[in-house]
């Protein structure tokens, strides 16, 4: 699978724990800046400004859908 599709599905599926517990909608945003901060960090990986993107994406989505549900 696409490195970019399994970005956005995490942001999208981490942020969806918000219908839960609302706070939890940041997950998405946090994952998308923490996971290339420790690649660069640990140099384990490649920062990729188009991962954060992905992830971001993912994550609005979510938002979205969660603010659709509660209206």
């Not at 706070?23 to 490649?46: M, R, S």
């Amino acid at each position: 699978m696409n490195d970019k599709i399994l970005h956005f599905v995490a942001g999208f599926l981490l942020s969806m724990t918000g219908i839960v517990f609302t706070p939890f909608l940041l997950l998405g945003f946090i994952f998308a800046f923490g996971k290339e901060w420790y690649d660069g960090y640990t140099k384990t990986g490649v920062v990729e400004i188009n991962d954060i993107v992905a992830t971001l994406l993912g994550a609005i989505l979510a938002v979205i859908i969660i603010l659709i549900i509660n209206i």
